[in-house]
Protein backbone atom coordinates (compact mmCIF):
# COMPACT_ATOMS: atom_id res chain seq x y z
CA UNK A 1 0.00 0.00 0.00
CA UNK A 2 1.12 3.49 -1.08
CA UNK A 3 -0.40 6.82 0.22
CA UNK A 4 0.66 9.89 -1.97
CA UNK A 5 0.59 13.46 -0.10
CA UNK A 6 0.41 16.63 -2.50
CA UNK A 7 1.49 20.03 -1.44
CA UNK A 8 2.27 23.59 -2.63
CA UNK A 9 -0.32 24.72 -5.11
CA UNK A 10 -1.84 28.07 -4.52
CA UNK A 11 -2.77 31.44 -6.52
CA UNK A 12 -0.22 33.00 -9.09
CA UNK A 13 -0.22 35.29 -11.46
CA UNK A 14 0.32 34.36 -14.87
CA UNK A 15 4.32 34.60 -15.54
CA UNK A 16 5.28 33.21 -12.70
CA UNK A 17 6.76 29.68 -11.16
CA UNK A 18 5.43 27.42 -8.45
CA UNK A 19 6.02 23.93 -6.82
CA UNK A 20 4.56 21.40 -6.17
CA UNK A 21 5.68 17.89 -4.01
CA UNK A 22 4.49 14.78 -3.81
CA UNK A 23 5.00 12.97 -0.50
CA UNK A 24 5.20 9.09 -1.20
CA UNK A 25 4.54 6.58 2.03
CA UNK A 26 4.38 3.02 2.60
CA UNK A 27 5.59 0.21 0.00
CA UNK A 28 7.07 2.46 -2.35
CA UNK A 29 10.03 0.35 -2.90
CA UNK A 30 7.93 -1.61 -5.20
CA UNK A 31 6.67 1.88 -7.38
CA UNK A 32 7.78 2.01 -10.83
CA UNK A 33 6.25 5.38 -12.31
CA UNK A 34 5.49 8.60 -10.17
CA UNK A 35 3.47 11.39 -12.13
CA UNK A 36 1.56 14.07 -12.40
CA UNK A 37 -1.82 14.66 -13.78
CA UNK A 38 -3.76 17.57 -13.86
CA UNK A 39 -7.93 18.03 -14.35
CA UNK A 40 -9.01 21.76 -15.27
CA UNK A 41 -12.69 22.00 -14.41
CA UNK A 42 -14.98 20.77 -17.23
CA UNK A 43 -12.14 18.44 -18.55
CA UNK A 44 -10.78 15.30 -18.81
CA UNK A 45 -7.64 14.82 -16.58
CA UNK A 46 -4.38 14.71 -18.49
CA UNK A 47 -0.56 13.51 -17.62
CA UNK A 48 1.86 16.10 -17.36
CA UNK A 49 5.11 14.86 -16.47
CA UNK A 50 6.62 11.25 -15.29
CA UNK A 51 9.59 10.16 -13.65
CA UNK A 52 9.69 6.33 -14.65
CA UNK A 53 12.32 3.36 -14.39
CA UNK A 54 15.91 4.27 -14.80
CA UNK A 55 14.50 8.04 -13.32
CA UNK A 56 13.73 7.90 -17.32
CA UNK A 57 11.51 12.36 -17.53
CA UNK A 58 8.60 12.55 -20.09
CA UNK A 59 6.87 15.53 -20.34
CA UNK A 60 3.93 16.45 -21.93
CA UNK A 61 4.09 18.92 -24.77
CA UNK A 62 1.63 21.14 -23.20
CA UNK A 63 3.97 22.18 -20.57
CA UNK A 64 7.29 21.21 -22.62
CA UNK A 65 10.02 23.44 -21.78
CA UNK A 66 8.09 24.91 -18.81
CA UNK A 67 7.92 22.61 -16.31
CA UNK A 68 10.28 20.37 -14.95
CA UNK A 69 10.31 17.03 -12.70
CA UNK A 70 12.08 15.29 -10.37
CA UNK A 71 12.26 12.40 -7.91
CA UNK A 72 14.24 12.09 -5.11
CA UNK A 73 13.67 8.89 -3.44
CA UNK A 74 9.60 9.01 -2.13
CA UNK A 75 9.74 13.02 -3.23
CA UNK A 76 8.43 13.89 -6.49
CA UNK A 77 8.32 17.21 -7.43
CA UNK A 78 7.29 19.75 -10.27
CA UNK A 79 8.43 23.12 -10.87
CA UNK A 80 6.07 25.13 -13.08
CA UNK A 81 7.68 28.64 -14.55
CA UNK A 82 6.21 31.22 -17.14
CA UNK A 83 2.34 29.63 -15.64
CA UNK A 84 -0.89 30.48 -18.04
CA UNK A 85 -3.91 30.97 -16.91
CA UNK A 86 -4.39 27.48 -18.56
CA UNK A 87 -2.46 25.62 -16.30
CA UNK A 88 -5.16 26.44 -13.81
CA UNK A 89 -6.10 23.06 -12.69
CA UNK A 90 -5.85 20.30 -9.58
CA UNK A 91 -3.19 18.77 -10.09
CA UNK A 92 -2.75 15.10 -8.91
CA UNK A 93 0.10 12.88 -7.77
CA UNK A 94 -0.28 9.65 -9.30
CA UNK A 95 2.14 6.46 -8.92
CA UNK A 96 2.34 3.10 -10.58
CA UNK A 97 3.41 -0.25 -8.54
CA UNK A 98 4.42 -3.56 -10.20
CA UNK A 99 3.86 -6.79 -8.21
CA UNK A 100 1.83 -9.51 -9.41
CA UNK A 101 -0.10 -7.08 -11.05
CA UNK A 102 -0.17 -3.01 -11.66
CA UNK A 103 -1.72 -0.95 -8.91
CA UNK A 104 -2.50 2.75 -9.21
CA UNK A 105 -2.17 4.75 -6.55
CA UNK A 106 -3.60 8.70 -6.48
CA UNK A 107 -3.54 11.51 -4.30
CA UNK A 108 -5.64 13.67 -2.77
CA UNK A 109 -4.96 16.44 -5.62
CA UNK A 110 -4.04 20.12 -5.04
CA UNK A 111 -5.12 23.41 -6.75
CA UNK A 112 -3.28 25.79 -8.87
CA UNK A 113 -4.92 28.95 -10.34
CA UNK A 114 -2.98 31.91 -12.40
CA UNK A 115 -4.76 34.37 -12.94
CA UNK A 116 -4.00 36.66 -15.97
Known amino acids: QVHLVESGGGLVQAGGSLSLSCAAS????????MDWYRQAPREEREFVARVGSGDTVTIADSVKGRFTISRNKDLLSLHMNSLKVEDTAVYYCHATEVTTRIIDYWGQGTQVTVSS
Open 26 to 33: GSTFRLIA
